[in-house]
């Protein structure tokens, strides 16, 4: 049996930091179900938002601190911030503490690997050709100062009938360091 582990436990303290920030010895258990219920509920809500990465933050005095990562936080806010406030009421309702909502917005859209998948996985929704999306994503990153890019495909890649891997790679990408 194979010994893999996995790659964010694996950097986590290294190079990237936990996505919850909290400790509780006895709510543990609905505090773990509560962030997992706002994370599914922001990715459905916010999915033309290109959301990164949610960070939750708990205080001892019953405070929720929701830190949303988007490529286009205007979609989020919208006009006069009116959608901060109707996001803060739907996350309310999900957790028993208040809930304080703070939209950061991710400025090298292109570098980010979630929402470079996520490009890559709505052009392939829109069937565009598998090799296109990927060598175009390579090529934005690399233009928006990427030192290197490894993008990687799977399935039945152009309806075939077995599925494969393809993959590109250009300039700089060490898998034996975590700093790289």
Same mark, same amino acid.
């Given at each position: 049996?194979?010994? /893999? =582990?996995? #790659? =964010?436990?694996?950097?986590?303290?290294? +190079?990237?930091?936990?996505?919850?920030?909290?400790?509780?010895?006895?709510?543990?258990?609905?505090?773990? @179900? &509560?962030? $997992?219920? =706002?994370? !599914?509920?922001?990715?459905? !809500?916010?999915?033309?938002?290109?959301?990164? /990465?949610?960070? $939750? &933050?708990?205080?001892?005095?019953? /405070?929720?601190?929701?830190?949303?990562?988007?490529?286009? #936080?205007?979609?989020?806010?919208?006009?006069?911030?009116?959608?901060?406030? %109707?996001?803060?009421?739907?996350?309310?309702?999900?957790? +028993? +503490?208040?809930?304080?909502?703070? $939209?950061? *917005?991710?400025?090298?859209? *292109?570098?980010?690997?979630?929402?470079?998948?996520?490009? =890559?996985?709505?052009?392939?929704? !829109?069937?565009?050709?598998?090799?296109?999306?990927? /060598?175009?994503?390579? +090529? @934005?990153?690399?233009?928006?100062?990427?030192?290197?890019?490894?993008?990687?495909?799977?399935?039945?890649?152009?309806? %075939? *009938?077995?599925?494969?891997? *393809?993959?590109?790679? &250009?300039?700089?990408? #060490?898998?034996?360091?975590?700093?790289?």
């Amino acid at each position: 049996m194979g010994q /893999k =582990i996995h #790659p =964010i436990g694996f950097r986590v303290g290294v +190079t990237t930091g936990w996505d919850s920030k909290w400790y509780a010895e006895r709510n543990y258990r609905q505090f773990l @179900q &509560e962030d $997992i219920a =706002i994370r !599914k509920h922001l990715k459905k !809500k916010l999915a033309s938002a290109d959301v990164s /990465k949610v960070v $939750i &933050e708990r205080t001892a005095a019953n /405070k929720t601190k929701v830190f949303v990562h988007a490529g286009k #936080p205007g979609i989020i806010l919208g006009k006069r911030a009116t959608g901060l406030d %109707a996001l803060r009421s739907d996350l309310q309702k999900l957790t +028993t +503490t208040d809930v304080y909502v703070n $939209i950061i *917005e991710v400025r090298k859209v *292109e570098v980010d690997s979630q929402l470079v998948a996520n490009n =890559i996985a709505a052009q392939l929704v !829109k069937r565009v050709s598998f090799r296109r999306a990927m /060598k175009k994503a390579l +090529t @934005q990153a690399r233009r928006a100062g990427a030192k290197g890019v490894k993008v990687m495909c799977a399935g039945r890649l152009g309806g %075939a *009938e077995m599925s494969r891997t *393809e993959w590109y790679l &250009e300039g700089r990408v #060490p898998l034996h360091t975590l700093r790289a």
